[in-house]
């Protein structure tokens, strides 16, 4: 954790990336919501969905709060996010799970990173966003259950997954070069590269191991 004090246009950058980032998932969950195989887990996705919406309500409130407007906030990434989306489209119900699983798990390590060098309200609205694992939880545990029933699956959803982080880290790195204020802030904070990378390396080979995928 730092003691930095970051200039107010970065945070109302991060803020903004969030904030979209939110407003995606509701969309993408409500989608996802109607390739349940069954009611009850339409039911859990669309639960789900729903505090997306709630998440970014908050996140909106802090970028008015700061100065920021959230729609122009958000702008700057709507192209980098929909390209991603765009590409890696799953073709059904255990994709989806995957791209939920994966994904989202490696960009939401990203973003405890950064937001460990911001202080104050600013990174516990973040820390605490972040924080609700239950939809990772579910999708972890459709994963393993898919796979115990049918081992083969393991081998289509592991590339599924190597595809999603590569066209994931792309963007990411888009992303950093059109908005560096971001890059900034780690930098700002101290934040060793090569060792972020490694973290964010081992995090992800830990989340494949722990539903059965091969990274």
């Not at 945070?11 to 979209?20: H, N, P």
């Not at 729903?50 to 958000?74: F, H, K, V, W």
């Not at 939401?108 to 966003?129: C, H, M, Q, Y």
């Not at 579910?138 to 898919?146: K, P």
Request: proline residues 4%; aromatic residues 6%; negative net charge.
């Amino acid at each position: 954790m730092s003691d930095l004090t970051p200039p107010a246009s970065a945070v109302v950058d991060l803020l903004g990336m969030l904030a979209y980032g939110e407003l995606v998932a509701f969309d993408r969950m409500a989608a996802d919501a109607r390739l349940a195989p069954d009611l009850r887990r339409r039911a859990v996705l669309s639960e789900m969905a729903g505090r997306e919406i709630t998440n970014y309500c908050r996140l909106a409130d802090r970028l008015t709060e700061l100065g920021g407007d959230p729609e122009q906030s958000m702008r700057p990434y709507v192209q980098a996010v929909s390209d991603y989306h765009a590409q890696t489209e799953p073709a059904d119900w255990l994709e989806g799970l995957a791209k939920a699983y994966v994904g989202d798990g490696i960009a939401d390590d990203f973003t405890r990173e950064v937001a460990a060098v911001l202080t104050g309200p600013d990174r516990d609205l973040i820390l605490d966003v972040l924080h609700d694992s239950r939809h990772a939880d579910f999708a972890a545990d459709e994963l393993r259950a898919a796979i115990a029933a049918d081992p083969k699956v393991a081998n289509r959803l592991s590339m599924w997954s190597r595809r999603l982080v590569g066209e994931g880290i792309s963007q990411a790195l888009r992303v950093a070069a059109e908005r560096p204020s971001l890059a900034e802030l780690l930098a700002g904070g101290g934040t060793d590269f090569q060792a972020l990378l490694r973290r964010l390396t081992s995090a992800h080979t830990a989340r494949m191991g722990a539903v059965g995928l091969n990274n």
